[in-house]
């Protein structure tokens, strides 16, 4: 120790100090680091497993008690794949996106268009091309798909437009937009 440090903050075995606060934590628990940043952001880190890698990045833009956005590693491999966003504020999730397949591209959009907690749509890239070519949509916001436009040929247009006519829950009618993937046609 050299004789111009100042060790009147330092904490001894049997004085905590007068300046000195040991760090506490909040509702994430004690695997979670708060940061508050100086533009008025507040981040929580959270390692679960006490790999050194973040399970979760949660921001609160704000400082208000409403995470904004959070980056998650849902599957466990040490790579935030998935980030939920809060768009308006309201402490309820609007929209997620997610890499599901683990090539570093968000091959999953799910949004909440009235806010009411159910999914609305739906959209996946379920042939890893890179491109969105299955779109789900609760047009009414009763919890059931009615409306389904999926790209068959990953030419990046919708091919086949698939629709609930009744209301019943059940996609009844399709339509192919491109008449080269309609199975029922003769080529």
Avoid: K, W
Avoid at 4 to 32: K, R
Avoid at 48 to 75: F, P
Avoid at 102 to 108: E, Y
Avoid at 148 to 175: H, I, K, S, Y
């Amino acid at each position: 120790m050299s004789e111009y440090e100042d060790t009147s903050t330092e904490p001894t075995a049997d004085d905590t100090g007068t300046d000195y606060n040991e760090p506490t934590h909040d509702d994430y628990g004690s695997n979670t680091i708060v940061t508050e940043t100086t533009d008025g952001q507040t981040i929580y880190t959270t390692d679960n497993d006490h790999d050194g890698l973040a399970d979760e990045v949660a921001i609160d833009s704000d400082s208000d008690g409403n995470i904004d956005r959070a980056y998650e590693d849902t599957d466990g491999d040490g790579r935030l794949d998935t980030l939920v966003v809060d768009r308006d504020d309201d402490g309820y999730a609007d929209a997620a996106y997610r890499d599901t397949d683990g090539d570093g591209r968000v091959d999953q959009v799910q949004l909440d268009r009235n806010e009411d907690g159910i999914v609305d749509v739906d959209a996946r890239d379920t042939d890893g091309d890179g491109r969105i070519d299955t779109v789900s949509v609760d047009r009414d916001f009763d919890g059931r798909e009615d409306l389904r436009l999926t790209d068959t040929d990953g030419d990046g247009d919708v091919d086949v437009v698939a629709r609930d006519t009744d209301g019943d829950g059940v996609l009844d009618t399709e339509t192919y937009v491109d008449p080269s993937t309609n199975p029922y046609t003769s080529h």
